[in-house]
């Protein structure tokens, strides 16, 4: 019996981007590149300079079937289990939101307070409330060997992720995870406090891209009714933890800022700055506790 010819990896490549484009994917160069070179271990060097290697069938089989994910709507990040989030590579569960490049605009502009703080006292105790797969703490952890983190998750499922990537990074010895509801778990005071909540407001939830909805964890995305329930715990706790000449940086939803200031200078904070996204929509508020 004749042999079908084996697939090159160009031809592959080629197949893959082609399939995507006819689903309509938004990006289906990168897609195709990434799921193929990520699946078979190789690098983009591989690909372009040996494009008629012929793939292994058994990876073929492999590549063929996370092709068919995507094809149903599963982000590309979630197919691999894992995604780079400032320079650090983070595993991913359910039961974690996939960290997003806007979220590193918010590390980006703590990246001097944390610097001035561990100036002055030698440290930076760090909290991250809702941290998901930890990218907001480990991303700040990264940055210097004197900072610690806690971080607290509802979710024993994420915080097992999260742990597992700070373990995998070499951080896990700076990094401690509580099990619970924001502050609930919480003791102590921080110099710096960080959080990604969810804030999407229920009722829109159902018209998040499908990658979104159907692939992020509702806990991580619904804000409740006005998709400011979170804010509210946190801004309602936040100045019993905040060490002296310590900030709060959250991540928001485009068009809460106003809304989110109004609940933290009710608190007693005050806002330091608000930062806009990649795309140009506000997307972080760093809040101070008030000297007065
Ligand atoms: N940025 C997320 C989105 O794409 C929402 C994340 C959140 O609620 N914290 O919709």
Redesign the pocket.
Known sequence: MAEAAAMTLSALQKQMRKRFEAAGLPTPRDDARLLLLETLGISLTDLVTRPDEPVDPARLDVVNARMERRLHGEPVHRILGHREFYGLQLGLSAET?EP?P??EVLVEALVPYLRRIIDEKGACRILDLGTGAGALALALLSLDPRATAVATDVSANALETASANAAALGLGDRFAVLEGSWFAPVEGLFDIIVS?????RTSVIGE??VE?REH?PLL????GLDGLDAYRAIAASANDHLAPGGMVGL?I?FDQREDVTALFEEAGLARLSALKDLGGNDRALIFARDAA
């Open positions: 939101l997003r806007d979220t990604n909540p969810p804030y999407i998040l891209a979104v992020d991580a995305l619904d804000g991540e939803g």
